[in-house]
């Protein structure tokens, strides 16, 4: 039975990432192996894959002579997850519905719970009569524990790439981790933890090479951050969920948190709940975190000539102390992202936007350019002070605001804090974002929630925030727009300079323009039930497709169900009916009406208050 490392392991293994804290027992898996190892309650196990591409599979057994054992059937029914994750659904249970041990960190994302560890019967059906298998190794492992055997072991397994198609099939690929992802767990009670690396070499299961899986137990008594690893893209670096400045203020109203964007972000507040916070919204005040937004500081003296290249709006109209909302375009006239650009002066812009990769995209574009400019991620973060009533709430902070337009930003001092505000929002309603330094965040979010108080302010979450931005016709990545998505199919067409003789995929866009594909519209459903994003659009009483959702909501304003949808240009028409196909598009459909991308105050008099 492989047996515990001596210590000081690191300098022994250099494959590996350095400990996360105090290490109490490490162990190396080889490849095609699996053991066995007792944890006790309040020690953390990390899994860590050494080479990338291998899966491993995990039990946990816990109660009274460890008869308890994990049930990844109880797990997903308690948490509504296929499988744990880091944040507030993260435990795994066992058979009696207790818990068993916690997912703190994830540097993967893509596991598997819906299939046994490997199995002598798989191997032989394939044709590999005696070939290891998990499942047979495990009960080597365990036998000593006075566990018994089992033909296939019902397991979490880690690193392993599943997937669910439309028609119910189960399939797998090469694990998407790298060397040195992991998985950290908390656990709950004293349990026996088993772990595989898995003998799989068959199939792209372990990337037809099977490689060692390393355990490392840390003490109890730590604290380890819940974080889900990222990475945008293929040269970018792993990003591991953080809080925001405003985070630790927030976690004392809420434990409701859930990633975005790379931040813990609220769902909604305790004691209140999402529909208080939206009439807060829609009625008074409510203060949201949008940290989670990019921040690059463009400068030099072809910081214009970048800009007004890449982003869509006409920057010429643009003076200092102004902003524009449009997006970043690509050369075959699709969105790299959408976002403001604040003008400071002609050498001097800040792009806010949703991505990482948006400050890459423009290095590139000015590389190839052959541009004097600099691009900087700033380091700032912001909250969005939002409804009728949040220009007189901060008045009495920052009078300078009273006179502030649409689109302008001020730098101000708020009692000693300096601050960038700027008149815009993602609600439809009036409202301003304060950016500030990381250490000054919870001075600002305190003075801001004791100012709002007798105005009725409340803070807003994730859930709020999006049946506020639906009900406004704005567009979120991922469900409006990616890539491959034109201004004009994405309902901000009117955001194209299309005059601009220098601006990317300005031929692509022109013919766009002409014809797109489809047309962003709003719609407003017949009976309260909700669509949901991908749920097909259909021609009136017909079996064609015209379209399809792309957002949906239930707007408590309007009390009618809406959504935002893409549909071809002949059903665009405001008043057309179309049908939205609820649950597989064929048992329900649901008539709808066409109108604007805005189902609420389309001629933006709220926002321009």
């Given at each position: 039975?492989?047996?515990?490392?001596?210590?000081?392991?690191?300098?022994?293994?250099?494959?590996?990432?350095?400990?996360?804290?105090?290490?109490?027992?490490?162990?190396?898996?080889?490849?095609?192996?699996?053991?066995?190892?007792?944890?006790?309650?309040?020690?953390?196990?990390?899994?860590?894959?050494?080479?990338?591409?291998?899966?491993?599979?995990?039990?946990?057994?816990?109660?009274?002579?460890?008869?308890?054992?994990?049930?990844?059937?109880?797990?997903?029914?308690?948490?509504?997850?296929?499988?744990?994750?880091?944040?507030?659904?993260?435990?795994?249970?066992?058979?009696?519905?207790?818990?068993?041990?916690?997912?703190?960190?994830?540097?993967?994302?893509?596991?598997?719970?819906?299939?046994?560890?490997?199995?002598?019967?798989?191997?032989?059906?394939?044709?590999?009569?005696?070939?290891?298998?998990?499942?047979?190794?495990?009960?080597?492992?365990?036998?000593?524990?006075?566990?018994?055997?089992?033909?296939?072991?019902?397991?979490?397994?880690?690193?392993?790439?599943?997937?669910?198609?439309?028609?119910?099939?189960?399939?797998?690929?090469?694990?998407?981790?790298?060397?040195?992802?992991?998985?950290?767990?908390?656990?709950?009670?004293?349990?026996?933890?088993?772990?595989?690396?898995?003998?799989?070499?068959?199939?792209?299961?372990?990337?037809?090479?099977?490689?060692?899986?390393?355990?490392?137990?840390?003490?109890?008594?730590?604290?380890?951050?819940r974080a889900i690893g990222r990475r945008v893209a293929a040269d970018f670096p792993l990003r591991l969920t953080q809080d925001?400045?405003?985070?630790?203020?927030?976690?004392?109203?809420?434990?409701?948190?859930?990633?975005?964007?790379?931040?813990?972000?609220?769902?909604?507040?305790?004691?209140?709940?999402?529909?208080?916070?939206?009439?807060?919204?829609?009625?008074?005040?409510?203060?949201?975190?949008?940290?989670?937004?990019?921040?690059?500081?463009?400068?030099?003296?072809?910081?214009?000539?970048?800009?007004?290249?890449?982003?869509?709006?006409?920057?010429?109209?643009?003076?200092?102390?102004?902003?524009?909302?449009?997006?970043?375009?690509?050369?075959?006239?699709?969105?790299?992202?959408?976002?403001?650009?604040?003008?400071?002066?002609?050498?001097?812009?800040?792009?806010?936007?949703?991505?990482?990769?948006?400050?890459?995209?423009?290095?590139?574009?000015?590389?190839?350019?052959?541009?004097?400019?600099?691009?900087?991620?700033?380091?700032?973060?912001?909250?969005?002070?939002?409804?009728?009533?949040?220009?007189?709430?901060?008045?009495?902070?920052?009078?300078?605001?009273?006179?502030?337009?649409?689109?302008?930003?001020?730098?101000?001092?708020?009692?000693?804090?300096?601050?960038?505000?700027?008149?815009?929002?993602?609600?439809?309603?009036?409202?301003?974002?304060?950016?500030?330094?990381?250490?000054?965040?919870?001075?600002?979010?305190?003075?801001?929630?004791?100012?709002?108080?007798?105005?009725?302010?409340?803070?807003?979450?994730?859930?709020?925030?999006?049946?506020?931005?639906?009900?406004?016709?704005?567009?979120?990545?991922?469900?409006?727009?990616?890539?491959?998505?034109?201004?004009?199919?994405?309902?901000?067409?009117?955001?194209?300079?299309?005059?601009?003789?220098?601006?990317?995929?300005?031929?692509?866009?022109?013919?766009?323009?002409?014809?797109?594909?489809?047309?962003?519209?709003?719609?407003?459903?017949?009976?309260?039930?909700?669509?949901?994003?991908?749920?097909?659009?259909?021609?009136?009483?017909?079996?064609?497709?015209?379209?399809?959702?792309?957002?949906?909501?239930?707007?408590?304003?309007?009390?009618?169900?809406?959504?935002?949808?893409?549909?071809?240009?002949?059903?665009?028409?405001?008043?057309?009916?179309?049908?939205?196909?609820?649950?597989?598009?064929?048992?329900?459909?649901?008539?709808?009406?066409?109108?604007?991308?805005?189902?609420?105050?389309?001629?933006?008099?709220?926002?321009?208050?």
């Amino acid at each position: 039975m492989t047996t515990p490392l001596q210590r000081p392991i690191a300098k022994r293994y250099s494959d590996v990432p350095p400990p996360l804290g105090e290490v109490v027992a490490e162990y190396r898996i080889a490849p095609g192996d699996a053991i066995a190892y007792p944890v006790t309650a309040g020690q953390y196990v990390q899994l860590i894959d050494v080479a990338g591409s291998q899966c491993s599979d995990f039990l946990a057994f816990g109660g009274q002579g460890y008869g308890d054992p994990l049930d990844a059937t109880v797990t997903r029914t308690l948490t509504g997850l296929a499988v744990p994750q880091a944040g507030l659904p993260s435990k795994v249970f066992s058979q009696a519905m207790q818990p068993l041990v916690e997912v703190v960190q994830d540097t993967c994302g893509r596991h598997d719970s819906f299939l046994l560890a490997c199995t002598a019967r798989y191997y032989e059906d394939a044709g590999y009569p005696g070939h290891p298998s998990c499942s047979d190794n495990f009960n080597r492992v365990l036998a000593p524990y006075g566990i018994a055997p089992r033909p296939g072991w019902p397991a979490l397994n880690f690193f392993y790439n599943t997937s669910v198609d439309g028609q119910g099939a189960i399939g797998f690929a090469e694990p998407l981790s790298r060397p040195g992802d992991y998985v950290l767990l908390l656990a709950h009670q004293d349990v026996l933890c088993a772990s595989s690396a898995c003998p799989d070499d068959i199939d792209p299961a372990n990337g037809w090479h099977p490689t060692p899986i390393h355990v490392r137990i840390y003490a109890a008594g730590q604290t380890f951050a819940r974080a889900i690893g990222r990475r945008v893209a293929a040269d970018f670096p792993l990003r591991l969920t953080q809080d925001s400045a405003f985070t630790p203020c927030i976690r004392q109203l809420t434990d409701d948190l859930t990633e975005y964007n790379g931040f813990w972000v609220p769902g909604s507040f305790a004691h209140q709940g999402d529909q208080a916070e939206y009439w807060a919204l829609r009625q008074r005040a409510a203060l949201m975190d949008l940290s989670a937004l990019r921040k690059f500081e463009v400068r030099g003296a072809d910081a214009f000539a970048l800009l007004q290249h890449a982003f869509s709006r006409n920057l010429e109209k643009i003076a200092p102390g102004q902003g524009a909302y449009g997006c970043l375009l690509n050369p075959h006239g699709g969105i790299v992202d959408d976002g403001i650009v604040l003008c400071f002066s002609p050498t001097r812009y800040r792009y806010v936007g949703n991505c990482d990769t948006d400050g890459a995209w423009l290095h590139k574009v000015a590389q190839e350019k052959g541009w004097t400019v600099a691009i900087e991620t700033v380091d700032l973060h912001n909250l969005a002070l939002q409804g009728p009533l949040a220009r007189n709430l901060l008045q009495t902070l920052v009078p300078e605001v009273a006179n502030l337009g649409y689109f302008q930003f001020i730098e101000a001092q708020v009692e000693h804090l300096p601050l960038l505000i700027s008149r815009t929002g993602y609600t439809g309603e009036l409202g301003y974002e304060l950016f500030v330094s990381p250490q000054h965040g919870a001075t600002l979010w305190k003075m801001l929630m004791a100012a709002g108080q007798p105005w009725g302010m409340l803070p807003l979450g994730m859930k709020a925030l999006d049946r506020a931005r639906i009900e406004a016709g704005l567009l979120a990545r991922g469900h409006e727009f990616d890539d491959l998505t034109s201004p004009y199919q994405a309902g901000i067409g009117w955001a194209v300079a299309l005059k601009k003789p220098d601006l990317i995929g300005r031929a692509a866009l022109e013919a766009i323009r002409r014809r797109p594909p489809r047309l962003a519209v709003g719609l407003v459903l017949t009976g309260p039930e909700v669509a949901a994003h991908g749920q097909p659009v259909f021609a009136a009483g017909e079996q064609w497709r015209v379209g399809q959702i792309t957002s949906a909501t239930f707007s408590p304003i309007l009390n009618a169900s809406i959504a935002m949808a893409q549909v071809v240009p002949e059903y665009a028409e405001p008043g057309t009916s179309v049908e939205v196909g609820l649950l597989d598009g064929l048992k329900r459909r649901v008539l709808a009406t066409v109108g604007p991308l805005a189902t609420f105050d389309p001629t933006k008099n709220r926002v321009r208050a």
